[in-house]
């Protein structure tokens, strides 16, 4: 059984700062890829940003310069630092794993998804 719990969302002012955590838990054997998106009401789920095993980062453009991810291997930990948020980022964060974990007697592997956290910046 896998299970990512994220946390850290809230009610922040225009071009305050949010730190967004995810971990996950199970009888995981390796994260390759973790990740974060948003969605809003009536729109589909987009990327955020996502980081690989290694480090690499990728970002949306929208988000550049502003948002930053980062991981814990050891602690198969990510999160999202989230400065100089503006009114346009208010949506419910997802975080997601791209992994490998144990089942019984052999290896699995799928992308599993956080519950989301809600995120709104006032103007």
């Known amino acids: 059984q896998v299970q990512l719990v994220a946390s850290g969302g809230g009610l922040v002012q225009a071009g305050g700062s949010l730190r967004l955590s995810c971990a996950a838990s199970?009888?995981?054997?390796?994260?390759?890829?973790m990740g974060w998106y948003r969605q809003t009401p009536g729109k589909q789920r987009e990327l955020v940003a996502t980081?690989?095993?290694?480090?690499?980062?990728n970002y949306t453009d929208s988000v550049k310069g502003r948002f930053t991810i980062s991981r814990d291997n050891a602690k198969n930990t990510v999160w999202l630092q989230m400065n100089r948020l503006k009114p346009e980022d208010t949506a419910v964060y997802y975080c997601?794993?791209?992994?490998?974990?144990?089942?019984?007697?052999?290896?699995?592997?799928?992308?599993?998804w956080g519950q989301g956290t809600q995120v709104t910046v006032s103007s």
């Open positions: 980081i690989t095993s290694g480090g690499s980062t």
């Open positions: 997601n794993a791209d992994l490998t974990y144990y089942k019984v007697s052999y290896f699995a592997s799928g992308i599993y």
């Open positions: 199970g009888s995981i054997f390796r994260i390759n890829a």
